[in-house]
């Protein structure tokens, strides 16, 4: 199973970027998916989740109401919409996948420890 993301860059503060994460080896109907990001304050965050049948979809606080998961089956992609960006968004982000179902709780509180597999991330910078 592997996971690639891109769509990472430069972009101005306020501006928007959409992150891909392509996934070869499974179906997206057998994965639990989740968003991390590694910034200059956190080695490792948990900003977004979302469910195998595409269900349920969690965010952190930092992030609620200006980013959003999706998916795609047929392209076999889960996609980051991120709108209104802060300098603090800036960092690495990451695409990760479990075949587990996560609880309530878990899905709600994402550590990295309950993902098996992970991409190789792309570079999101916020900056004028």
């Known amino acids: 199973l592997q996971l690639v993301e891109s769509g990472g860059g430069l972009v101005q503060p306020g501006g928007s970027l959409r992150l891909s994460c392509v996934v070869s080896g499974s179906t997206l109907n057998d994965l639990d998916i989740g968003w991390f990001r590694r910034t200059a304050e956190k080695e490792r965050e948990g900003i977004s989740y979302?469910?195998?049948?595409?269900?349920?979809?969690n965010y952190a606080d930092a992030v609620k109401g200006r980013f959003t998961i999706s998916r795609d089956e047929v392209n076999s992609t889960i996609y980051l919409q991120m709108n209104s960006l802060k300098p603090e968004d800036t960092g690495k982000y990451y695409c990760?996948?479990?075949?587990?179902?996560?609880?309530?709780?878990?899905?709600?509180?994402?550590?990295?420890?309950?993902?098996?597999?992970w991409g190789q991330g792309t570079q999101v910078t916020v900056a004028l």
């Open positions: 990760a996948a479990t075949r587990e179902r996560l609880s309530y709780n878990r899905r709600n509180q994402l550590r990295d420890s309950w993902f098996d597999y």
């Open positions: 979302i469910s195998k049948d595409g269900d349920r979809t």
